[in-house]
C-alpha cells in the first residue's frame, strides 16, 4: 500500500498557521463581484450570479479578444476587459469568481490575494497537489478567503440524502456508489461542448469524477484509500474516459465509483448517473433525473419527495453553492470548500492516478 499521509500532513502545517485569521468577512450592505473566464460553464455562474439579490457582477475578463464584451453584454455585466490584472487594479472588487483552465489558477489567485481580493475558484485546483497547496498559501499569507467552486454537492438530492443522514434514517452507512455512462466522449470529434478535453493528459478523474469523490466525502466522511483503474476507450483523446475505483472511508464504509464518458446518452439527466447510498436500516437512490427512491428493509421501495429547482443548473446548484460564498464572505464562517479544506479532494483525486499508476491501493491517511 502506498501511504501519501505523512506527506499530506507535513505540508498542512505550514498552511494552518496562515490561516489564523482565515475567517475574514466583507461588512458591505452590496458585494461587488468579477468574472474571469468567459467560456462555457462561466455562463452558468453568470446567470446564477443575476439571481441573487446583495452582489453586483461588474466586470468580466477573458484573454479572447471580443469574448468578455460578448459575454457581458450576454449578461448584463457593465465592463468587459481582456487582462485579468487591468479589471481587478480597477474594478477593486470584494471578490473574484475564477472561471478559467486549471493551469491559469495559481498565477491568478495570486494577482487576486496581492490586491486583498476574495476569490472564488473552478475546480479543478490546479494541474499538481504543490500548486493547490501553494494557492491555499497564497492567499492566507494575504488575509483573503480562498473558495473553490465545487457545486455538485449541492445539488438538491445530495442534500437531501444528507439530511436524511442526519436524521438517522439510513442507521450506520456502510456502502455509497456511483455508476456514470455519458456519451458525449465517442467519436471522431468528442466532448464538443468542451473541446479542450481532447488534449487533457489527465480527463475523468480531474473533471468529472473529482464531484464524485468530494460528494462521497460530504456523504459519508473522509476517504482512507482508494484503489483506482484507469483506461482510455476513445483513442483521439490523451486522457482516460473511464475509471473504476474503490474507496474506503475511515467510517468503515465502502465506496464504488463505476465511470466513463462513452457509452450512455450525452450528458444523462441531473445527476450524470445512478447513485446509491445503504445503511443498516434503509438505502436510497438517486436516479439520473435526480428523483430519489427510497427503501426501508422490509418494505417496497417508494418515492422520495423533496423540493426541486427547475432553473438554472442541475437543480440550481451553481446558485446554491453561491449563494454559500456569499454567506460565508459576509459573516466570516468557514465555507464547505474552502481552501485548504479542499486540499483533501485533491488528495483523493491525485491517489486515483497514483493507484492507477502503480496498481496498488493508496493510503490517504
Known amino acids: 500500500m502506498i501511504e501519501t499521509g505523512r506527506l499530506?500532513?507535513?505540508?498542512?502545517?505550514?498552511?494552518?498557521?496562515?490561516?489564523?485569521?482565515?475567517?475574514?468577512?466583507?461588512?458591505?450592505?452590496?458585494?461587488?463581484?468579477?468574472?474571469?473566464?468567459?467560456?462555457?460553464?462561466?455562463?452558468?455562474?453568470?446567470?446564477?450570479?443575476?439571481?441573487?439579490?446583495?452582489?453586483?457582477?461588474?466586470?468580466?475578463?477573458?484573454?479572447?479578444?471580443?469574448?468578455?464584451?460578448?459575454?457581458?453584454?450576454?449578461?448584463?455585466?457593465?465592463?468587459?476587459?481582456?487582462?485579468?490584472?487591468?479589471?481587478?487594479?480597477?474594478?477593486?472588487?470584494?471578490?473574484?469568481?475564477?472561471v478559467t483552465r486549471p493551469p491559469s489558477h495559481l498565477a491568478l489567485v495570486r494577482a487576486a490575494a496581492e490586491r486583498g481580493i476574495h476569490i472564488i475558484c473552478q475546480k479543478p485546483m490546479a494541474p499538481t497537489r504543490e500548486e493547490c497547496m501553494e494557492m491555499v498559501r497564497v492567499a492566507a499569507a494575504k488575509d483573503v478567503r480562498l473558495m473553490i467552486h465545487e457545486n455538485w454537492r449541492w445539488q438538491p438530492w445530495f442534500r437531501e440524502v444528507k439530511r436524511l443522514l442526519e436524521l438517522g434514517l439510513f442507521g450506520q452507512p456502510f456502502y455509497a456508489g456511483y455508476v456514470m455512462r455519458n456519451g458525449d466522449g465517442r467519436g471522431a470529434e468528442p466532448y464538443p461542448a468542451q473541446p479542450y478535453f481532447r488534449e487533457m493528459g489527465r480527463l475523468l478523474i480531474d473533471e468529472m469524477v473529482v464531484h464524485f469523490l468530494d460528494t462521497f466525502r460530504f456523504l459519508l466522511g473522509e476517504i482512507n484509500s482508494i484503489y483506482c483503474r484507469l483506461r482510455r476507450l476513445n483513442p483521439v483523446i490523451k486522457g482516460e474516459d473511464c475509471a473504476l475505483a474503490q474507496l474506503e472511508f475511515a467510517s468503515g464504509a465502502q465506496g464504488l465509483i463505476d465511470a466513463n464518458r462513452f457509452s450512455g446518452r450525452?450528458?444523462?439527466?441531473?445527476?450524470?448517473?445512478?447513485?446509491?447510498?445503504?445503511?443498516?436500516?434503509?438505502?436510497?437512490?438517486?436516479?439520473?433525473?435526480?428523483?430519489?427512491?427510497?427503501?426501508?428493509?422490509?418494505?417496497?421501495?417508494?418515492?422520495?419527495?423533496?423540493?426541486?429547482?427547475?432553473?438554472?443548473?442541475?437543480?440550481?446548484?451553481?446558485?446554491?453553492?453561491?449563494?454559500?460564498?456569499?454567506?460565508?464572505?459576509?459573516?466570516?464562517?468557514?465555507?464547505?470548500?474552502?481552501?485548504?479544506?479542499?486540499?483533501?479532494?485533491?488528495?483523493?483525486?491525485?491517489?486515483?492516478?497514483?493507484?492507477?499508476?502503480?496498481g496498488q491501493v493508496v493510503s490517504l491517511v
Open 266 to 358: 450525452a450528458f444523462p439527466g441531473g445527476t450524470f448517473g445512478d447513485f446509491t447510498l445503504e445503511g443498516e436500516r434503509a438505502r436510497i437512490r438517486a436516479t439520473p433525473e435526480g428523483e430519489l427512491w427510497l427503501t426501508e428493509y422490509g418494505r417496497d421501495e417508494v418515492a422520495h419527495e423533496f423540493v426541486i429547482s427547475t432553473r438554472g443548473y442541475k437543480g440550481d446548484s451553481v446558485r446554491a453553492a453561491q449563494g454559500h460564498y456569499l454567506s460565508c464572505l459576509r459573516s466570516g464562517t468557514r465555507c464547505e470548500s474552502e481552501g485548504e479544506e479542499y486540499l483533501k479532494t485533491v488528495a483523493a483525486v491525485h491517489a486515483c492516478y497514483a493507484s492507477a499508476e502503480t
Open 8 to 98: 499530506q500532513a507535513s505540508s498542512k502545517v505550514g498552511i494552518s498557521r496562515l490561516l489564523r485569521r482565515g475567517t475574514r468577512f466583507v461588512k458591505t450592505e452590496v458585494l461587488k463581484g468579477v468574472m474571469i473566464g468567459a467560456g462555457y460553464f462561466a455562463a452558468h455562474q453568470a446567470e446564477a450570479w443575476q439571481r441573487m439579490p446583495g452582489v453586483e457582477l461588474a466586470a468580466v475578463a477573458d484573454l479572447q479578444p471580443g469574448r468578455a464584451e460578448q459575454f457581458a453584454a450576454r449578461w448584463r455585466i457593465a465592463r468587459g476587459y481582456t487582462a485579468a490584472e487591468e479589471m481587478l487594479e480597477r474594478e477593486r472588487p470584494d471578490f473574484v469568481d475564477i
